[in-house]
């Protein structure tokens, strides 16, 4: 066999394993065409990856006309990059030849790596989605005869000038290879419900009986883990994280707002991937300090990215971590303290709310909402949500509406109650009267008790 030679190589081993680990994922395409002969290169490149037994039993579609790729966009569901990018390869497999340990799988995802990295080193950017939508829409659409299957999506094409220039953080090696034995740092391992056993070909996202979505049985250092990675599951660009069910509801949460002096203070808890900072930044005077606590790093870093694509990285925000209940913020500091959606997800709650009390001016205000568990949304939860999959934001329970009132009435006065609405989808109606104890949000503002 010959064997390879380094010096016919213009740059260096390093060199060109460096290049490659600077290749980031792409959600933001200018949808510039991509010559055909170029992605057939690309394609075979990639079938240069090892296959299971040698059978090499995938196959790849390469869609560029820009109706299929607006119709790929529409059966996703939630992938825009679809429509913009330049071509979208689907990758599939012959589910006639399928070995244990999804052996041809691991071949197929084997080669679309390789299709990145050849994308990557020809100055294209590229993304790899298993979430495509519904497959028998696909099959459809592309002619896929029903003994192959797809697993997902190769997006390619040129960035567009705005989009995110920043990679996800990896986690510290440290953290994720030992030698000899398994160890592993507490934090990185998420808490499950107690089983026997846990076979992973009877898990998926909809139906996983070991998810434990309780906070209280995370430690703060799991939960701070588990957000700050999994917030990169999307790239901060604008309009990324707008729930559909959350719909126009942020903006009557908001409406709880008073009004601000210049130079008045604001601290917003845990808001992920920053979809409420945004809508908070927007709705604040632009002299007004906002100050963001997040549990990671990681989660802040992608919030300023966030801000920066939405043009509001220039008015006066700060960010700052939290390594528990604790916040690092003197007594009697803010004017307002927000936690929208947020609470559900922590952990010591009573602990939380008498800290935003603490760092509350005397006269200042608390805005919380939380998702309903005494509302059709929460009946919702019960029956579906929670038996699959803890959410990427972390693990989280809804809150009675009364049981919110009851925490929050330890340490603050009531001033108003409000909730928001009916169905379990994406409504913002909202009430005062009798029912706002049975809308999907409930939300409070209240002052700090004498």
């Known amino acids: 066999m010959q064997q390879f030679n380094r010096s016919r190589w213009p740059i260096g081993a390093r060199e060109l394993l460096e290049l490659i680990a600077s290749r980031r994922s792409c959600r933001a395409f200018d949808g510039s065409e991509i010559d055909p002969e170029t992605l057939r290169k690309i394609v075979i490149d990639g079938t240069q990856a090892p296959s299971s037994c040698n059978q090499q039993q995938w196959h790849f579609v390469i869609v560029t006309d820009r109706a299929d790729l607006v119709r790929a966009c529409e059966i996703a569901g939630g992938n825009p990059h679809f429509a913009e990018c330049s071509a979208l390869i689907y990758l599939c497999f012959q589910k006639g030849w399928a070995h244990d340990n999804y052996s041809v799988i691991q071949g197929v995802a084997a080669a679309c790596y390789h299709m990145m990295i050849s994308a990557h080193l020809r100055g294209l950017s590229s993304i790899w989605n298993a979430g495509i939508g519904d497959h028998a829409k696909l099959h459809e659409m592309l002619g896929i005869p029903i003994n192959f299957e797809i697993i997902g999506a190769l997006a390619i094409g040129r960035a567009k000038a705005t989009a995110p220039r920043i990679k996800a953080p990896r986690r510290d090696p440290q953290t994720i290879m030992s030698f000899d034995r398994f160890v592993r740092p507490a934090e990185t391992i998420y808490p499950v419900k107690p089983a026997p056993d846990y076979p992973y070909h009877e898990i998926s996202k909809a139906w996983n009986p070991f998810a434990e979505w309780d906070p209280e049985a995370w430690s703060w250092a799991q939960l701070a883990d588990f957000r700050g990675f999994s917030v990169w599951a999307k790239s901060p660009i604008p309009g990324v994280y707008y729930s559909r069910r959350q719909g126009d509801a942020t903006a009557r949460e908001l409406d709880l707002l008073p009004l601000l002096e210049d130079h008045a203070k604001v601290v917003e808890f845990l808001p992920w991937g920053g979809t409420s900072t945004v809508a908070l930044r927007r709705r604040l005077p632009k002299d007004v300090l906002l100050q963001v606590v997040e549990l990671s790093e990681h989660n802040l870093t992608f919030i300023r990215e966030r801000l920066n694509q939405e043009d509001l990285g220039d008015l006066p925000t700060e960010f700052l971590t939290m390594p528990g209940p604790q916040v690092p913020l003197p007594d ?119």
Do not use: C
Not at 344 to 351: F, G, K, S, T
């Open 332 to 450: 009697q500091h803010a004017d307002v303290v927000v936690f929208l959606q947020s609470l559900e997800h922590m952990r010591d709650r009573p602990a939380v709310l008498a800290e935003a009390r603490r760092i509350l001016k005397p006269n200042g205000v608390l805005i919380v909402s939380a998702r309903n568990l005494t509302s059709r949304y929460g009946i919702t939860w019960k029956q579906l949500e929670s038996k699959g999959q803890v959410p990427l934001q972390g693990p989280f329970v809804p809150i009675p509406a009364r049981t919110l009132l009851e925490l929050v009435n330890r340490d603050f006065t009531i001033e108003r109650e409000v909730g928001i609405g009916i169905s379990a989808g994406g409504d913002e109606e909202t009430t005062t009267g009798w029912g706002r104890h049975r809308r999907r949000l409930f939300a409070i503002r209240a002052r700090p008790k004498a």
